[in-house]
């Protein structure tokens, strides 16, 4: 869900959404921006994780095919 979809979720869902995701909110457990927030804060946190393993990854994988190209042409590649 994005930010508009949360703001029009009413208390009792936001709190059933966060339980699933795993996510306790710090700050005035009665607000729905508090819970929003905690929302929007990790999966934000989780994009970041994905985008690093996928960076990461991707360089693995340069890095293979630069030894396989210099196994195959050698050197002069």
């Known amino acids: 869900m994005t930010h508009p979809k949360y703001t029009q979720q009413a208390l009792p869902r936001l709190k059933t959404i966060a339980a699933s995701l795993g996510v306790t909110p710090t700050g005035d457990k009665r607000a729905a921006d508090t819970w929003i927030n905690a929302i ?38």
């Open 40 to 77: 929007i804060t990790h999966q934000s946190a989780q994009t970041q994780k994905v985008a690093d393993e996928q960076a990461l990854a991707q360089a693995e994988f340069n890095g293979y095919i630069t030894g396989e190209r210099k196994k195959v042409w050698g050197e002069r590649s």
